[in-house]
T-cell receptor
Framework: DTAVSQTPKYLVTQMGNDKSIKCEQN?????MYWYKQDSKKFLKIMFS???????INETVPNRFSPKSPDKAHLNLHINSLELGDSAVYFC???????????FGSGTRLTVV | GQQLNQSPQSMFIQEGEDVSMNCTSS?????WLWYKQDPGEGPVLLIA?????ELTSNGRLTAQFGITRKDSFLNISASIPSDVGIYFC???????????FGKGTLLTVNP
């Protein structure tokens, strides 16, 4: 079983569309994250939830909205997609950040 | 926000050579971690460090938590082609829930 699974793996869409990325973890971790990796491979945190509660909300356009229906799931919805949103989005989970995160394999979003 | 300065940005080496990369910060971190990212995959944890001065090994990898708590380094000995990838350092401060990542070191190993 995959510990942190994201769907879809690839997403190609037109500007202005709305899309969602789903993430599920079966590790029993309390905290989940969304990171964005740009073309230069820089990993930047977007959001974090702890037991369904939003605890980190970095400077992210409000077109991005996370939702955590339960502590095993963290989804990311993006409205009115722009070209600059093209990136790889990683979901991750942790018991405690000091022990590191477990990352999903990423969703490559391409906005055309 | 917190910044971790990771160097070098990229390295191109011959198989069998040793590799060293490091991460520095102007702030103190309580935990240092090193990750490796293979193409098309998410980063995978290699080594975690929790105490200043700590030296930890994982096979051919050795990492150290700097005495000042503001830096860490990773060594890879006798590199092999499968060592190719991007290596990231990451640090955690206090009870903050997030990790701050360095910008990565792209390692290429020539067989």
């Amino acid at each position: 079983d995959t510990a942190v699974s994201q769907t879809p793996k690839y997403l190609v869409t037109q500007m202005g569309n709305d899309k969602s990325i789903k993430c599920e973890q079966n590790l029993g971790h309390d905290t989940m994250y969304w990171y964005k990796q740009d073309s230069k491979k820089f990993l930047k945190i977007m959001f974090s939830y702890n037991n369904k509660e939003l605890i980190i909300n970095e400077t992210v356009p409000n077109r991005f909205s996370p939702k955590s229906p339960d502590k095993a799931h963290l989804n990311l919805h993006i409205n009115s997609l722009e070209l600059g949103d093209s990136a790889v989005y990683f979901c991750a989970s942790s018991r405690d950040p000091a022990y590191g995160y477990t990352f999903g394999s990423g969703t490559r979003l391409t906005v055309v | 926000g917190q910044q971790l300065n990771q160097s070098p940005q990229s390295m191109f080496i011959q198989e069998g050579e040793d590799v060293s990369m490091n991460c520095t910060s102007s702030s103190i971190f309580n935990t240092w971690l090193w990750y490796k990212q293979d193409p098309g995959e998410g980063p995978v944890l290699l080594i975690a460090l929790y105490k200043a001065g700590e030296l930890t090994s994982n096979g051919r990898l050795t990492a150290q938590f700097g005495i000042t708590r503001k830096d860490s380094f990773l060594n890879i000995s006798a590199s092999i082609p499968s060592d190719v990838g991007i290596y990231f350092c990451a640090g955690q401060r206090g009870s903050n829930y997030k990790l701050t990542f360095g910008k990565g070191t792209l390692l290429t190993v020539n067989p």
